[in-house]
């Protein structure tokens, strides 16, 4: 089984600020099959970025991902009110592509 | 504009069954590989099930493998997911979602409907 861990739970961080959120997979994938969400309270979740680094059309610069292997990242470079939410990342090599967790990204 | 409109959701008594539906517009149906994801209230997002862009092909997560049945309508326009012997954990807010018209299993999800309420509760 697949298992996508995703850390901080919480982060607690003022506007401004840089996030970094890891996802960790408990077995090698290929960084093409690795994505990154976002949902604000009560919608849907959007999609941020596919294969590891590419931002989904639309997505702003200030957000970026990097990773390959096992760690991934999700980079926020200056937080805005807006990107307040809980991300989520995914892997869809293996499926049904699975999800970690998630992290909290709140307002300090 | 691309949409996806699910209905179909409900309260449903425990051992009952429940099938919600998901309407799509704006791009070409036919082509996408389309998947359900629920969340349970509170709680993270859980993939349910795939299916192939012809209905032919489907993967399932191990746990509903048996009890939920996805399907899809390609005239219609229209995909579907059975669900059966339902217990309160099943309640959760399911969401549609489509992967790219490339008919590709190997994509991320690039769009969701708002999902539908399905709560089991006697």
């Known amino acids: 089984e697949i298992v996508l861990t995703q850390s901080p739970g919480i982060l607690s961080l003022s506007l401004g600020e840089r996030a970094t959120l890891s996802c960790r997979v408990n077995q090698r994938i290929d960084s093409i099959y690795l994505a990154w969400y976002q949902q604000r309270p009560g919608q849907a979740p959007r999609l941020l970025i596919h294969?590891?680094?590419t931002r989904a059309t639309g997505i702003p610069d200030n957000f970026s991902g990097s990773g390959s292997g096992t760690d991934f990242t999700l980079t926020i470079s200056r937080l805005e009110p807006e990107d307040f939410a809980v991300y989520y990342c995914?892997?869809?090599?293996?499926?049904?592509?699975?999800f970690g967790g998630g992290t909290k990204v709140e307002i300090k | 504009e691309v949409q996806l409109l699910e209905s179909g959701g409900g309260l449903v008594q425990p051992g009952g069954s429940l099938r919600v539906s998901c309407a799509a517009s704006g791009f070409i149906f036919k082509n996408c590989v389309m998947g359900w994801v629920r969340q349970a209230p509170g709680r993270g997002l859980e993939a349910v099930v795939e299916i192939s862009s012809s209905g032919s092909a489907t993967y399932y997560v191990d746990a509903l493998k048996g009890r939920f049945i996805i399907s899809r309508d390609n005239s219609e326009n229209t995909l579907y997911l059975q669900m059966n012997s339902l217990t309160v954990e099943d309640t959760a807010l399911y969401f549609c979602?489509?992967?790219?018209?490339?008919?590709?299993?190997?994509?991320?999800?690039?769009?969701w409907g708002q999902g539908t309420l399905v709560t089991v509760s006697s």
């Open positions: 979602a489509k992967k790219s018209e490339t008919s590709s299993w190997y994509e991320p999800f690039d769009t």
């Open positions: 294969g590891a680094s």
């Open positions: 995914q892997q869809y090599m293996y499926l049904p592509g699975t």
